[in-house]
């Protein structure tokens, strides 16, 4: 995978995160965990931070790969993609682990870019899950998933762990 900074528009970059940004993703990590603790009940540590136990496996597992969005130079928000779905089990497919974008660069068709960019940076089979009870990332992510396959693909439901997910499942070539 390219190690370089990719250009959406020309204020827009989505960079692959080195460790010595481990520090600014897991900031970054705490916001999301706190926007996503409103579908889901996560527990904050003692320390009042919701914290990501599996960060530092971005760095030492060849099928994690981290990256930070920059808008006009600034943080906008984050994506961790790993092999390996979380709802299906199938280990042989990208799964967007983690995708969060700063409410204040939503709605602009930023997240959408971002997306469309890391999906071609890995072709293969794709699996992206969203909890049924979060219905503005469902919109979101069949937007984006049928913007870049030029088809609606419809989502598969599971059940995992007494959550409902929604799965949708493509093939980037």
């Known amino acids: 995978m390219t190690k370089s900074p990719t ?9 692959p995160a080195g ?6 993703l ?6 999301y965990a706190h926007d996503f603790s409103e579908f889901r009940d996560i527990e904050k540590g003692p320390d009042g931070k919701f914290g990501y136990d599996r960060l530092p496996l971005y760095w030492s597992d060849a099928d994690r790969h981290p990256f ?9 928000g ?5 092999r390996g779905s979380e709802v299906s089990g199938d280990s042989t497919v990208w799964d967007m682990a983690e995708f969060f974008v700063l409410r204040g660069y939503r ?18 089979r794709w699996e992206i899950r969203v909890m049924e009870s979060n219905l503005l990332a469902f919109r979101f992510w069949v937007n984006a998933i049928s913007k870049f396959t030029g ?3 419809r989502p598969t439901r599971r059940e995992k762990d007494t959550e409902c997910w929604r799965l949708f499942s493509f093939e980037s070539k």
């Open 7 to 15: 250009k959406l528009f020309d204020n827009v970059a989505v960079i």
């Open 19 to 24: 460790p010595e940004q481990q520090l600014i």
């Open 26 to 31: 897991a900031n970054l990590l705490e916001l």
């Open 68 to 76: 930070l969005l920059r808008m006009n130079g600034r943080l906008a």
């Open 78 to 82: 984050l994506i961790l993609v790993k």
């Open 107 to 124: 709605k602009r068709g930023i997240g959408t870019q971002m997306a469309h960019q890391v999906w071609k940076q890995f072709p293969s």
């Open 151 to 153: 088809e609606t693909i």
